[in-house]
């Protein structure tokens, strides 16, 4: 009754090859550098080769966006939220004005609360599923994993039919 399998977890063998490489890549990629963790983010690697530089939909996306900041006198806040964090360390710039057409780019928008009590006023969101022509978007490039929590149903099911339910946080 109480072996890993019933909560849906598995065995790393029970993984297909790939899987098991993708994690290995993925742990033997982990450094760490001035106190802080760097991970390379994991890729079907043939589906990344078949997402294309977006960089013409991203600064028309980017105009559209700076205009209404600007028409909503909201500019300088959004800025300065992308100002927070490079100084942050959580963004960086990597590329010059020249090589836009070298790169896929993530557009954004922002997101505007105007509850008196939200601590974040505005705050970018990103469209990692931006597709330009029949080439493929980030998200679908992105290697989504293993599945580590199980299926739902099965263990919505066991507290159906389980005269005892043993619940753990870890």
Not at 21 to 37: H, L, P, S, V, W
Not at 147 to 162: A, I, Q, V, W, Y
Request: charged share 25%; with cysteine.
């Amino acid at each position: 009754m109480f072996n890993l399998e019933s909560l849906e977890i598995h065995d790393k063998n029970s993984f297909s090859d790939y899987d098991q490489e993708q994690i290995r890549r993925f742990q033997n990629a982990i450094e760490f550098k001035d106190g802080t963790y760097y991970v390379e983010l994991p890729w079907y690697v043939d589906k990344l080769a078949r997402v294309p530089s977006n960089h013409a939909v991203s600064l028309r996306i980017l105009d559209r966006v700076t205009k209404d900041l600007i028409k909503n006198n909201m500019y300088q806040d959004y800025l300065e939220v992308f100002r927070q964090q490079e100084q942050d360390g959580i963004i960086e710039i990597f590329v010059s004005v020249h090589e836009f057409q070298n790169y896929v780019w993530i557009p954004h928008r922002p997101v505007v609360k105007h509850d008196p009590t939200a601590t974040t006023k505005i705050r970018p969101v990103f469209n990692c599923s931006l597709k330009t022509g029949n080439g493929m978007s980030l998200n679908e490039a992105a290697y989504f994993g293993i599945n580590l929590t199980g299926d739902m149903l099965n263990l919505l099911m066991s507290f159906r039919t389980n005269h005892y339910i043993l619940l753990v946080d870890i």
